[in-house]
């Protein structure tokens, strides 16, 4: 049986860095505390950074300050 947890966060860093096909980008994020979604697990446990990088292509899709949900299943 698959579990899912989810998390609203929010991208608190992104720097692009080398060009064409060596461009890559790196993402933080934190806690969306603004988000009721996160009610129940901030309570016990308020901090989340998260920090990953990512191809340059794939980078384009996030915007810092916009919240996004983060998910992690166990399969």
């Known amino acids: 049986m698959a579990t899912r947890i989810t998390a609203k966060v929010r991208c608190n860093l992104k720097q692009d860095y080398g060009?064409?096909?060596?461009?890559?980008?790196?993402?933080?994020f934190m806690?969306?505390?603004q988000d009721p979604a996160n009610a129940e697990w901030?309570?016990?446990t308020?901090?989340?950074d998260l920090r990953m990088t990512?191809?340059?292509?794939?980078?384009?899709?996030?915007?810092?300050g916009a919240a996004y949900t983060l998910t992690f299943e166990r399969g």
């Open 19 to 28: 060009t064409g096909d060596h461009a890559t980008t790196s993402l933080g």
């Open 31 to 33: 806690p969306d505390h």
């Open 42 to 44: 901030a309570y016990y």
């Open 46 to 48: 308020p901090h989340l």
């Open 54 to 64: 990512v191809r340059g292509e794939i980078g384009r899709h996030f915007k810092p």
